[in-house]
């Protein structure tokens, strides 16, 4: 599904005249439907993989092959932002650690949304909103809010329900449980095991190693880039 | 993937202003930023080209100067081109170049196939004339004949931006520069026009007012599924409302991308500087 041949990241920045480098040649292959764990220290590149992989960071060379059900096998590396996006609407859903909300949208109409720009009815996207903010034990009483004034756990609970409720077949998640108590975990767990089920294919960066447990059909260790360091 | 068509077609879109000397026009021409030392011309856009799909929202960022409104300015028809090319996929399916149509023509893209609201509320609308009118002005430049339409229209439309119905008649003088925005929005979207631009439509409202215009902003175009071009210099408008973004600098067209990666992972130095907040 997802085969990363010899990535590397930099980050020049030109004011400082200086280049890090984050990610040095990196090959790993991710079949479908399974599910890799990246484990590895603060800084060793496991986010900047991530984000390279969901278009937002631009690699410096390798290449990125994703088995797309609509637009066949796509190097995410030289794909065009049009075709990133319609990605990201369809089929590869990413999940940080951090909620971005929309003013005066509530929680419910934010996971609504979400499924509304795939071109489901309205209907539809209300009554499976409905089930995935159930799922997460995201009180009722919270749906009809603005998400700004949730607490830490609910947003990440929000931000989760956000991306699963479109069923992605590629599922990105960035230590998407860094700061939740254990029910909501759980919740989280077996949200990713019932994704798995249906055959998503995933890749996710947990602190948590006990979380990862049972759950990664492998894991992926970083170790810091050899030189992961500015240089002039 | 099917191979998608642009919306909206432009081709090195050129704007000077002066007719230039033997020192600008010039391949390696020496100019301070877009102005020439020799002569005094300004060269406001210089081979901008974009490409606009249907139902996306484009960023344009920049700093002041940079050519922004002279690039809306010159697609709305506000201001001449210089010289480049222009398709639109709904004017004889993109085949003809509309900068070089008849004034005629011109008044029929402006007014059917394109919508404008204008930093300055006094560019788009007339102050004095009641709210109303003002939409209605731009049905009847479109092709409206029928009064009764353009009055359910136009009400539609209001209650659609959010204005009370009871006000209609008031002119925008009355109206808070919130509601002025909101009645410009009215205004170009009253034809029903497949582009909208807009050019720092929220520069100089409180916070507050930002916010809902720029809730309008996405609702409409989400339910609308109409495209839009979205000119700021606040990084905070163009990360909530656009999917891709252009970088603008001395008239050109320095970077381009996923809105996320040029926030990101900007790779110009003038972006970086930019996202940074080092200027
Ligand atoms: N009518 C004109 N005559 C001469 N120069 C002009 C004219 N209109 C614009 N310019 C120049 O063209 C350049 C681009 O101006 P423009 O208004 O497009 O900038 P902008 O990017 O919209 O800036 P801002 O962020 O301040 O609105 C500027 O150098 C400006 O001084
Ligand atoms: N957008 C960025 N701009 C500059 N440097 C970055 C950026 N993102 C990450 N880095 C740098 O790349 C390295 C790897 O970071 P990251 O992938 O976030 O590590 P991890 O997720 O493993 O903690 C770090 O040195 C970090 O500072
Ligand atoms: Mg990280
Ligand atoms: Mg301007
Ligand atoms: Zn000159």
New interface residues.
Partial sequence: MIQIENLQKE?T???LNKTLHAVRDISFTVEKGSFLGIVGKSGSGKSTIL?SIY????PKSGAIYYDSE??GKINLVTAS??????LRKYEIGYVSQFLSV????TALELVE?AL??TGVSYEKAHEEAIDTLKHFDLDESLWNNYPNYFSGGEKLRLNIARAVVKKPRLLLLDEPTASLDNASKLKVRESIEKLKHQGTTLIGIFHDLEFMDGLCDEVFTMRKAVVNAYEA | ?HV?QPILQIKNLSKQYGAGCSNCLQPNARLEKNFCPVCKTVFACKDVSIDL?RG?ILGIVGESGSGKSTLMKSLYFDEEVTSGEGYLEDFHNGSLNIFTQSGQQKRYIRNALLGMVYQNPMLGLKMSFSSISNIAEKQIAAGSRHVGNMVNRSNELLNQVNIPLKRSKEPPKNFSGGMQQRVQIAKALSSNPPILLLDEVTTGLDLSVQ??V??LI?TIQ?ELQISMIVVSHDLAVIR?LA??TIVMLNGQIIE???T??IL??P???YT??LVYS?L
Avoid: N, V
């Fill in positions: 980050f920045i030109h004011h984000k278009g937002t960071y631009i609509t637009l932002p049009r075709e990133i996006l319609h929309m003013p005066r949208t949304q509304l720009e | 993937m998608e799909y996306e916010a809902s720029l809730d996405k989400r909530m999917d891709r381009q991308g996923l996320d990666q990101e992972d790779q110009h130095a970086q500087q080092l």
